[in-house]
């Protein structure tokens, strides 16, 4: 689950940049736009997209936030379910997201702000394209990554009914040991997780991104009453919560086969979580074991990109060497604050050492950021 809460004190900080940029319109119609980016253009009150009818394949979507406000982009199928999203972009700023559209009927989705529903259009996709998952090396990538899935909601499962049972005896001590472990399983699959709707937000939301529909449940509550309050005599409901809602997310995980661009798009996203919750000590703010999700979200990453790896080496060894490198960099990085089986506190750390983890993820989130479009060819 990523914040509101941080981003919102990013865009401050880029406001007088992003008011420079200008609110070009890329509009062009028909036929000779039709191979290139969709430009769209997002501002805090409009969603302009320059072509709503797409032929099926990839699509890919240049958002440009020409607003004051962070943005993200959302395309939906039926159902609210995510076929793609691209979060954080800052004033001024311009992001690619690349998503595979069978023919049907879709919405893309601008929000400004990073919250509610969005400001929606219609988006229809017509005629018949190969699916990338024709080719054998990225089918076998969704095969292998739907192993991976498996076997970390089943643990995820497990370790969070460990995890509530300590709650429900009272056993804060116990609680707290299995907080950041029962985490790891969730922050790995994180990019599954988003693609069904409100039950991330129910199991990872944060407090202040809490809404009279969502309260404040899931983890973050039980960490806030573990570490905060010492007392969780009362969240034997919001125990019995959180066990249900993982259940759920792991069986629809399970029954879930991501697409090759997906696979891509979630690589990126998890070392943006890291960026955003995790280098900031957003995410687990009163036990401050992000550390734990740190690994966890990069684990995720790495386990994504090896499966899409024997079809990245055909397409661009050279990138496969770099992204290699930069896992290696932020792997000696974050090795610096193991402690047993765990890790350092977020508060033990300085603010040079948290920025050598930074330095690293971005230095790693360049070359992963190519691989949606060397997976697509577009
Ligand atoms: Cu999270």
């Known amino acids: 689950m990523r914040s509101t809460r ?29 191979g290139g980016p969709i430009a769209v253009t997002a501002t805090d009150s409009a969603c302009e997209l320059a072509r709503t009818t797409l032929d099926a394949g990839t699509a890919v979507f240049k958002v440009t936030n020409s607003g004051a406000k962070v943005t993200e982009f959302y395309v939906y199928a039926d159902g609210d379910r995510v076929m793609g999203e691209v979060e954080n972009i800052t004033p001024g700023l311009s992001r690619e997201l690349r998503v595979e559209l069978p023919a049907g009927a879709y919405q893309a989705s601008c929000k400004p702000g990073m919250v509610g529903q969005g400001i929606r259009t219609a988006l229809t996709v017509s005629g018949s394209a190969a699916p990338l998952a024709e080719d054998a090396a990225l089918a076998q990538a969704s095969a292998d990554y739907s192993r991976y899935v498996r076997s970390q909601s089943t643990a995820l499962v497990d370790k969070t009914a460990e995890f509530v049972a300590a709650v429900k005896a009272g056993d804060v001590a116990k609680a707290k040991a299995l907080y950041p472990v029962a985490r790891t399983y969730f ?29 404040f449940t899931g983890f973050h509550r039980l960490e806030k009453d573990l570490w905060v309050g010492g007392d969780v005599s009362k969240d034997g409901a919001i125990a019995d919560q959180l066990d249900a809602d993982v259940r759920a997310i792991a069986a629809k995980a399970q029954a879930e086969k991501l697409s090759p661009l997906q696979l891509a798009n979630g690589a990126k996203e998890l070392l943006d979580e890291v960026a955003n919750g995790k280098i900031t000590g957003e995410e687990d703010r009163y036990s ?28 661009d060894p050279a990138l496969v060497k770099s992204i290699d490198e930069g896992f290696a960099k932020v792997d000696a990085e974050l090795a610096k604050y193991r402690v047993g089986d765990g890790w350092k506190l977020h508060n033990q750390l300085s603010e040079a050492q948290l920025k050598g983890l930074s330095d690293a993820i971005n230095a790693l989130a360049e070359p992963i950021s190519k691989v949606a479009g060397v997976i697509s060819g577009k």
């Open 6 to 34: 941080f981003l919102a004190l990013a865009a401050v900080g880029t406001l007088t940049g992003g008011a420079l940029a200008a609110c070009t319109s890329d509009k062009t119609d028909g036929a000779a736009a039709a």
């Open 187 to 215: 922050e790995r699959i994180e990019p599954v997780a988003e693609i069904f709707g409100d039950l991330d937000p129910k199991i990872d939301g944060r407090e202040d991104g809490a809404t009279k529909e969502l309260p």
């Open 288 to 315: 401050h074991t992000d550390l734990w999700d740190f690994a966890a979200n990069v684990e995720g990453s790495k386990a994504a990109v090896a499966a899409l790896r024997p079809a990245l080496v055909k397409r």
